[in-house]
Nanobody
């Protein structure tokens, strides 16, 4: 069974940077795609970025060029480097893993607040 734990959220000023980390425990060799999503109160959870086992990545238009997703598949970890942060990036960020059997796993979420 795979479990995900995020870390690295916090309060940052506009224009600043944060690095989110997500560690997987359990059967990590069973993980296919990993990604980050975010959610603000009253809205749906939106895709931020995903990365495949081979390193192929995709980004939401709103973060492309500012955020970078990376992954260490051997360790079951995924990272999100967030630069040039904007107030509209404020959200709870969730780590996501899609297993080889198509099961989807979520982390507990970490709050990111961009404010002066």
């Amino acid at each position: 069974q795979v479990q995900l734990v995020e870390s690295g959220g916090g309060l940052v000023q506009p224009g600043g940077s944060l690095r989110l980390s997500c560690g997987a425990s359990g059967t990590i060799f069973g993980i296919s795609v990993m990604g980050w999503y975010r959610q603000v109160p009253g809205k749906e959870r939106d895709l931020v970025a995903t990365i495949t086992r081979s390193g192929g990545s995709s980004y939401a238009d709103s973060v492309r060029g500012r955020f970078t997703i990376s992954r260490d598949s051997a360790k079951g970890t995924v990272f999100l480097q967030m630069n040039s942060l904007k107030p509209e990036d404020t959200a709870v960020y969730y780590c996501n893993a899609v297993l080889l059997n198509s099961r989807v796993i979520w982390g507990q979420g970490t709050q990111v607040t961009v404010s002066s």
